[in-house]
């Protein structure tokens, strides 16, 4: 049984037209960082709940939940949340759900964390948790992005990346627009050309490094496809163990 339980709004961040965090706050069972929940509302036209599902950006041992979110133009349920209002009322389911997370993740030299949109929301929870990490010699944490105002958390990664004292690094990309401090372009583009590595000043083989893979399912597999055909890296499964691990964000 995994029953619906209300979830209380403290707080509704704006970052942008598009983007918002909700802070909220119920009596859910503990779960493991990277993993996602479900939230719903009755829509009050149709009388029925509409339901989806959003990752934990705040860690397990964190006491308010934190769900990052992208405004869908006619979305049924993103614009309803978008228009919630402090001490307002929303169903949360009581356990989570989801193995995307570090226990699920072998030992390897180098963990790449790609993100795009709304998909960094997990790695920030794993990384603000922290636990399992010594596994891992170094993290690099990718963000990609349309605009340079959409890296809404660029501030708390900095905070983990001093945190980490030099195991994590940070990059940023950007599609739309071109800003000094980020890479531009898509991430299958930047790793063909091989300029993402070289900025990092690491390199993706299957030898020393595991990926990790989230948000835009476009993303999720043109870039599964290039490591799959350029760089030697399969799937990882329990059954069968591999190099990378992918969540799709819608």
């Given at each position: 049984?995994?029953p619906?339980?209300?979830?209380?709004v403290?707080?509704?961040?704006?970052?942008?037209?598009?983007?918002f965090?909700?802070?909220?706050?119920?009596p859910?069972?503990s779960?493991?960082?990277?993993?996602f929940?479900?939230?719903?509302?009755?829509?009050?036209q149709?009388?029925?709940?509409?339901?989806?599902?959003?990752?934990y950006?705040?860690?397990?041992s964190?006491?308010?939940?934190?769900?990052y979110?992208?405004?869908?133009i006619?979305?049924?349920?993103?614009?309803?949340?978008?228009n919630?209002?402090s001490?307002?009322?929303?169903?949360?389911?009581?356990?989570?759900?989801?193995?995307?997370?570090?226990?699920e993740?072998?030992?390897?030299?180098?963990l790449?964390m790609?993100?795009t949109?709304?998909?960094?929301?997990?790695?920030?929870?794993?990384?603000?948790?922290?636990?399992?990490i010594?596994k891992f010699?170094?993290?690099?944490?990718?963000?990609?992005?349309?605009?340079?105002?959409?890296l809404?958390y660029l501030p708390?990664?900095k905070?983990?990346?001093?945190?980490?004292?030099?195991?994590?690094?940070?990059?940023?990309?950007?599609?739309?627009?071109?800003?000094?401090n980020?890479?531009?372009g898509?991430?299958?583009?930047?790793?063909?050309?091989?300029?993402l590595?070289?900025?990092v000043?690491?390199?993706i083989?299957p030898?020393?490094?595991?990926?990790m893979?989230?948000g835009n399912?476009h993303?999720v597999?043109?870039?599964?496809i290039?490591?799959?055909?350029?760089?030697?890296?399969?799937?990882h499964l329990?059954?069968?163990?591999?190099?990378?691990?992918?969540?799709?964000?819608?």
């Amino acid at each position: 049984m995994n029953p619906w339980i209300n979830a209380t709004v403290l707080e509704k961040k704006k970052w942008t037209n598009h983007l918002f965090s909700l802070i909220l706050k119920a009596p859910i069972a503990s779960f493991n960082a990277g993993q996602f929940t479900k939230l719903a509302l009755y829509n009050e036209q149709t009388g029925k709940k509409v339901q989806r599902a959003y990752s934990y950006l705040n860690s397990p041992s964190e006491k308010n939940i934190e769900i990052y979110i992208v405004r869908v133009i006619n979305g049924k349920l993103s614009n309803l949340l978008y228009n919630l209002q402090s001490d307002d009322k929303i169903l949360i389911k009581k356990h989570s759900f989801g193995f995307f997370t570090i226990n699920e993740i072998p030992d390897s030299e180098i963990l790449w964390m790609f993100a795009t949109g709304t998909g960094i929301a997990p790695y920030l929870s794993i990384l603000k948790e922290g636990k399992n990490i010594r596994k891992f010699n170094n993290i690099v944490l990718i963000h990609a992005v349309k605009y340079q105002n959409e890296l809404v958390y660029l501030p708390l990664m900095k905070e983990l990346r001093t945190k980490y004292q030099g195991k994590l690094k940070i990059q940023t990309i950007l599609s739309r627009e071109k800003n000094k401090n980020s890479l531009t372009g898509r991430i299958p583009f930047l790793l063909k050309n091989q300029r993402l590595e070289k900025t990092v000043n690491l390199s993706i083989n299957p030898k020393t490094s595991h990926i990790m893979l989230c948000g835009n399912p476009h993303m999720v597999k043109d870039t599964y496809i290039f490591l799959k055909n350029n760089r030697n890296m399969k799937k990882h499964l329990r059954r069968e163990p591999g190099h990378i691990t992918m969540e799709n964000y819608w």
